[in-house]
């Protein structure tokens, strides 16, 4: 498993941005899956973008073509970039690793609110 810990979280407008940052540390991050994931009140659990250290990333329908993942593998760091932000992409937002092939996540950080509001 990973250390994952998360910044970057706090209020927009909608339309404004954001971006979300995760810290990754622990034996040999680059041989995991990290992503994001969001939970908002009263909803599921929902994955938003994840990328690997090579290959192209995944992106949920609902986010796609708004926010972009990016991976610095020398800081062992995963970033969100999430721009035309919208109400409805208030949530408490957490990044999470798997290692590479398996199916279940089992890493996450402590999560960081995002709220979008006029």
């Known amino acids: 498993q990973l250390q994952l810990a998360e910044s970057g979280g706090g209020s927009a407008q909608p339309g404004g941005s954001l971006r979300l940052s995760c810290a990754a540390s622990?034996?040999?991050?680059?041989?995991?899956?990290l992503a994001w994931f969001r939970q908002a009140p009263d909803k599921e659990r929902e994955l938003l973008a994840a990328?690997?250290?090579?290959?192209?990333?995944y992106y949920a329908d609902s986010v796609k073509g708004r926010f972009t993942i990016s991976r610095d593998n020398i800081k062992n760091t995963v970033y969100l970039q999430m721009n035309s932000l919208k109400p409805e992409d208030t949530a408490v937002y957490y990044c999470?690793?798997?290692?590479?092939?398996?199916?279940?996540?089992?890493?996450w950080g402590q999560g960081t609110q995002v709220t979008v509001s006029s």
């Open positions: 622990g034996r040999s991050p680059s041989l995991y899956v």
């Open positions: 990328r690997y250290t090579a290959g192209d990333p």
């Open positions: 999470e690793a798997k290692f590479r092939g398996s199916q279940d996540y089992n890493s």
